[in-house]
């Protein structure tokens, strides 16, 4: 029932900026936990970015002061905005969405049933 959707990715030099959107849409959580998650190759996917109902955000160490999860209540639509992008960014970027879970675990992608696709970003030197 739960549909998401990422776009927005692609290849950038470093130091650029993307903005990663996701389109969610089938589902009803008046409490619910949000995030942008990154897996590279050889690597576990990772959390990024979270966000809930309250409004409350967290961020990986490695993406603070860089990225920011941002919300369109009213269109459903998640973002992520990177900024200051570094090679070590490179992965495929998936969204996420689910009944908020406890706020230590909101970037712990065991958390999240509801998946989109992915998009790639890649960031060259």
């Known amino acids: 029932q739960v549909r998401l959707v990422e776009s927005g990715g692609g290849s950038v030099q470093a130091g650029g900026s993307l903005r990663l959107s996701c389109a969610i849409s089938?589902?009803?959580?008046?409490?619910?936990?949000m995030g942008w998650f990154r897996q590279a190759p050889g690597k576990e996917r990772e959390g990024v970015a979270a966000?809930?109902?309250?409004?409350?955000?967290d961020y990986a160490d490695s993406v603070k002061d860089r990225f920011k999860i941002t919300e369109d209540n009213a269109n459903n639509i998640l973002y992520l905005q990177m900024n200051s992008l570094k090679p070590e960014d490179t992965a495929m970027y998936f969204c996420?969405?689910?009944?908020?879970?406890?706020?230590?675990?909101?970037?712990?992608?065991?958390?999240?049933?509801?998946w989109g696709q992915g998009t790639q970003v890649t960031v060259a030197s």
């Open positions: 089938g589902y009803t959580y008046d409490s619910y936990g």
């Open positions: 996420a969405v689910d009944w908020c879970p406890p706020g230590p675990r909101e970037l712990w992608p065991e958390e999240y049933n509801n």
């Open positions: 966000i809930d109902s309250d409004g409350d955000t």
